[in-house]
């Protein structure tokens, strides 16, 4: 799965939804965002199992599928970026 999105763009709707992420839940995967990619669209979704939220992204994409990634990480590897596209 292979995609291209501006860090920026992509911070703050992280950022917009992190909320609902907390530290230590009780089912480690909460930890995640769930990357999903489908026809150039970037759909992430944060989940506590009670609440969830959702957010959409247009990307450059190629191809369908999906990841979950680690929140903090990805967040504290964005903020140290600088505006860009990443792949």
């Given at each position: ?73 990805l ?13």
């Amino acid at each position: 799965m292979k995609f291209i999105v501006s860090s920026s763009v992509l911070l703050k709707q992280l950022s917009n939804i992190q909320g609902v992420i907390t530290t230590n839940p009780v089912v480690p995967i909460l930890e995640n965002f769930l990357f999903e990619i489908n026809e150039g669209k970037l759909i992430v979704t944060a989940s506590d199992l009670q609440t969830s939220i959702i957010t959409e992204l247009d990307v450059e994409s190629s191809e369908a599928g999906s990841i979950a990634v680690p929140a903090k990480i990805l967040l504290d590897t964005l903020k140290n970026l600088p505006e860009q596209p990443v792949t």
